[in-house]
Structure formats: structure tokens, C-alpha cells
T-cell receptor
Framework: EAGVTQFPSHSVIEKGQTVTLRCDPI?????LYWYRRVMGKEIKFLLH????????ESGMPNNRFLAERTGGTYSTLKVQPAELEDSGVYFC??????????FGSGTRLTVV | QKEVEQNSGPLSVPEGAIASLNCTYS??????FFWYRQYSGKSPELIMS????GDKEDGRFTAQLNKASQYVSLLIRDSQPSDSATYLC???????????FGGGTRLMVKP
């Protein structure tokens, strides 16, 4: 069964600081996605990687967000500088043939 | 208008009853439809996927799709207290595209 590991599970930072979220999918998955759920809203797409390339980044809210996927393996999402409205749960997901889209456990980001 | 709409609930059903969860979507080009279950503080877990009109059954779960009406539903038979969770409807244009989620319906199954 496919797996996705995200860390940290929780992060509390002050406004203006930088935070980097990491997603480690089990190997062999070309398609990797980032999603975000802010309080009271639905889960929203941020971006899609195919291997190391950004296939679709139409959901990235602004240029304070930077995503990378080194060598088509793990991915990072950096927020710099963080703002209060960036608080939420950030999910990473992979797409598999048999299990559809599989989500990681998420990183809960709180900006204070 | 939201792209994927769900009643936020809570939907309360007694144990053993059938729970019926509904979802409508606006993009007629949507091709793939998913139901996820999310327990509080946990990640979404895929329950069902459906790609063509009609019914698809898996154990106690049945997904129903009507593309003409842009409607997808999930039936849970013999509901158990452990089914209490938020159920998320998600659609995508094709297998490789991103998912668009509804806000979720909170289901409460009372013993």
C-alpha cells in the first residue's frame, strides 16, 4: 500500500517567520500534489508535480509560497514570510493506480 | 457558486440505518468522482471512487453518479458509530488532474 509521510505534524510560528513543510512519498510515484485546508473552508489544491517538474501551480496563493521536489522524490513547501491567513492544514497527496489519491497525515500550521 | 457543493450537516442517523450523503458539482467536464472520509484531526481516507453513471457498491458503501444531473451520492448501509466522520466529495477532470473538494458533510451515527 502506498504511503505519504509529512513533517512536522504541527508547526507554530510567528508572523513574518519562515516555515518549510516536507512531504516524503513512498518511492515510485511521479504525481505529487499539495493541498491546504484553512479554517472553515474546503480543502483546496495548491500545486501538482510530475516527477521534479511543476505541472500545475495554479492554486498557489501568492509568491510567498515556494514548492520544490528534489529529484522527483520528496517535496518541500516553504512559506516566507508567513502571514496569519496561512494558518491551516497542509496535505500532500500522491496518485496511485489502485488507491486513487492517497493523502499524508498533514501538517497543521499556526501563524501567530 | 461553489464548484462542489455538499450540505455541511450534521447528518444524524441511528445505528443500523442508511445514511445518504449528497454532492453536486458545476463542471460538466468532470470525469472522476471520489468520496473521502475524514476523522477529526486525521487525513482524508478514500472510501469510494466512481467514473461512470450508475451505482458502484463496495461492502456497506454504494456510490451513485448521475452526470446529466451533475450529482453524486454515497449511501452507507447499516451505519455504525465508527462511521461518524466528515465525508468529503471530490471531483477531477481526469485521472491526472487535481481534486476539487466540497466542504464536507459531518455524519453522526448514534448508538
Amino acid at each position: 500500500e502506498a504511503g505519504v509521510t509529512q513533517f512536522p505534524s504541527h508547526s507554530v510560528i510567528e508572523k513574518g517567520q519562515t516555515v518549510t513543510l516536507r512531504c516524503d512519498p513512498i518511492s515510485g510515484h511521479d504525481n505529487l500534489y499539495w493541498y491546504r485546508r484553512v479554517m472553515g473552508k474546503e480543502i483546496k489544491f495548491l500545486l501538482h508535480f510530475v516527477k521534479e517538474s511543476k505541472q500545475d501551480e495554479s492554486g498557489m496563493p501568492n509568491n510567498r509560497f515556494l514548492a520544490e521536489r528534489t529529484g522527483g522524490t520528496y517535496s518541500t513547501l516553504k512559506v516566507q514570510p508567513a502571514e496569519l491567513e496561512d494558518s491551516g492544514v497542509y496535505f500532500c497527496a500522491i496518485r496511485t493506480v489502485y488507491y486513487g489519491y492517497t493523502f499524508g497525515s498533514g501538517t497543521r500550521l499556526t501563524v501567530v | 457558486q461553489k464548484e462542489v457543493e455538499q450540505n455541511s450537516g450534521p447528518l444524524s442517523v441511528p445505528e443500523g440505518a442508511i445514511a445518504s450523503l449528497n454532492c453536486t458539482y458545476s463542471d460538466r467536464g468532470s470525469q472522476s468522482f471520489f468520496w473521502y472520509r475524514q476523522y477529526s484531526g486525521k487525513s482524508p481516507e478514500l472510501i469510494m471512487s466512481i467514473y461512470s453513471n450508475g451505482d458502484k457498491e463496495d461492502g456497506r458503501f454504494t456510490a451513485q453518479l448521475n452526470k446529466a444531473s451533475q450529482y453524486v451520492s454515497l449511501l452507507i448501509r447499516d451505519s455504525q458509530p465508527s462511521d461518524s466522520a466528515t465525508y468529503l466529495c471530490a471531483v477531477s477532470g481526469n485521472a491526472g488532474n487535481m481534486l476539487t473538494f466540497g466542504g464536507g458533510t459531518r455524519l453522526m451515527v448514534k448508538p
